[in-house]
């Protein structure tokens, strides 16, 4: 299982900056097992994030547990839970405004893990 900081990075380079380009958000992501918290920034179709508590007005906070966060781990639910779902079943706790959350995993790209170094 990623930290939530290489989680936070794998969103970074996922981040497709056209979907991403009119959108501001800053979302507090919390670890509730280890107190961990981070303040993810988007704005200007990139995303940043820094150890400790956001400060400004907080777009939408989650918290959520080491299993929620193995769960939310992309291609890595056993269940192939939603979002929505982790939700739903208590993994991940959302307050403020919930669906940018939702609008911010629907900006990133899916790649292709196994691909050619060289092209013939």
């Known amino acids: 299982m990623l930290p939530l900081e290489q989680l936070l990075d794998y969103f970074s380079v996922h981040l497709n900056a056209e979907k991403?380009?009119?959108?501001?958000?800053l979302i507090e992501w919390s670890n509730s097992d280890t107190g961990e918290r981070i303040a993810m920034r988007l704005e200007n179709s990139?995303?940043?994030?820094?150890?400790?508590?956001?400060?400004?007005?907080?777009?939408?906070t989650v918290s959520l547990s080491r299993e929620g966060l193995a769960r939310?781990?992309?291609g890595r639910d056993p269940l192939d839970l939603t979002f929505d779902d982790l939700v739903g079943e208590g993994y991940i706790q959302t307050t403020g405004d919930s669906p940018s959350v939702l609008r911010l995993l629907n900006m990133l790209d899916d790649f292709e893990p196994m691909f050619n170094v060289v092209e013939p």
């Not at 990139?46 to 939408?60: D, I, K, N, Q, S």
């Open 20 to 25: 991403a380009e009119s959108e501001r958000m």
């Open 46 to 60: 990139a995303l940043t994030y820094l150890p400790g508590a956001a400060e400004g007005r907080v777009t939408a």
């Open 72 to 74: 939310l781990q992309m």
